[in-house]
């Protein structure tokens, strides 16, 4: 008998009722993905559909349905993502200290200090702060949640791609995580070129790429009731490479 833990987050783990789930198969042979998938449907039939529209993240990459899994690997499966309940009140960062996540209020003096360069002219920060209304719907407060360690290494990715696709541009990203209130800051990316245009360039290409591929959810709490937000427009497949 072999036994795989998995990592739930977001809405899945409020529909599973626990954020990590144990599966148990008799086979020594190792699991695919989507094996693992439908063993989960099976013991969790009332989180099904929502099994079934997350992806499986291994060793902290997204993995495709036909990869296979070995018990030992760390093993998550993720919601549409969008950016809490389980929050984490430490800051944590990558090592060269541009991508950061905390339950901290954040400063765009901070985040801006990272990218600045003597032979870079133009800067550009783009922050994300919580809106009250939308349509008719009045926002009390958003919490954000994160699957910390793969959220800081997709984080790194984005940064990377930027630099190798818009030469010599920098970038930093701070989110945050937790309780957000109206009018509070959630995300502040910043980036610094040497021309305006790879600036405004890179700043979209980070903002999109995040809520597609970061691990962070955030639920809207409303005056009457509450919602797990995830990707607004198209298909989702973090697996996707982006230009």
């Known amino acids: 008998m072999q036994q795989y833990t998995v990592r739930l987050f977001a809405g899945l783990a409020e529909r599973v009722g626990q954020s990590q789930v144990i599966i148990e198969t008799p086979s020594s042979e190792e699991l695919t993905v989507a094996q693992l998938k439908e063993l989960l449907s099976k013991q969790y039939p009332e989180a099904k559909i929502m099994i079934e529209a997350a992806f499986a993240a291994v060793n902290q990459e997204y993995a495709l349905a036909d990869n296979r899994i070995k018990p030992v690997d760390e093993i998550a499966l993720i919601p549409p993502v969008s950016g809490g309940s389980g929050i984490d009140t430490t800051t944590s960062q990558t090592t060269d200290g541009l991508y950061l996540i905390t339950s901290e209020r954040l400063q765009a003096e901070d985040v801006i200090a990272k990218v600045i360069d003597p032979n870079h002219g133009a800067t550009l ?119």
């Open 125 to 243: 920060t783009f922050i994300g702060t919580t809106r009250e209304m939308t349509g008719a719907m009045q926002t009390v407060h958003l919490e954000y949640e994160a699957y910390i360690p793969m959220a800081l290494h997709q984080l790194q990715k984005i940064g990377d791609h930027i630099a190798t696709t818009w030469t010599g541009t920098r970038c930093a990203i701070s989110h945050r995580i937790g309780t957000v209130g109206i009018a509070e800051t959630s995300v502040i990316i910043a980036v610094s070129s040497a021309h305006r245009n790879d600036a405004y360039e890179a700043s979209r290409f980070a903002i999109e790429r995040l809520k597609e591929t970061v691990p962070i959810w955030k639920k809207e709490i409303w005056a009457d009731g509450s919602e797990w937000k995830g990707v607004q427009t198209g298909p989702w497949n973090p697996t996707e490479p982006k230009s």
